[in-house]
């Protein structure tokens, strides 16, 4: 089994600047992709951004593009989301979520954590 663990989230001003990260702990698992998603209040989940495995692929939410950067950390099992010109309208929970391998079945699941909460103040 897997666990991910989101931290980084809080308060800030518009036009400010948060890093979120993402830690994957656990035995027998290997992960593959990684992606963080965000779900405001009344709306669906949706993507940010995603990442492979090996960290040089990447793809972003038009509007992420531009203000918000993903990468990953493989040796600590970690993934972690810059954004920067945060809108009020980023205001969400962000979720990390993680294409898993069992290793001792080969099975593959999708892992999330349990978010964290971004708010963006006018």
């Known amino acids: 089994q897997v666990k991910l663990v989101e931290s980084g989230g809080g308060l800030v001003q518009a036009g400010g600047s948060l890093r979120l990260s993402c830690a994957a702990s656990?035995?027998?698992?290997?992960?593959?992709?990684m992606a963080w998603y965000r779900q405001a209040p009344g709306n669906q989940r949706e993507l940010v951004a995603a990442?492979?495995?090996?960290?040089?692929?990447?793809n972003y939410a038009d509007f992420a593009s531009g203000r918000f950067t993903i990468s990953r950390d493989n040796a600590k099992n970690t993934v972690y989301l810059q954004m920067d010109s945060l809108k009020p309208e980023d205001t969400a929970v962000y979720l990390c979520?993680?294409?898993?391998?069992?290793?001792?079945?080969?099975?593959?699941?999708?892992?999330w954590g349990q978010g964290t909460l971004v708010t963006v103040s006018s």
């Open positions: 979520n993680a294409g898993t391998i069992d290793t001792t079945v080969y099975k593959y699941f999708e892992a």
């Open positions: 656990g035995s027998s698992f290997s992960i593959n992709r």
């Open positions: 990442i492979s495995s090996d960290g040089i692929t990447t």
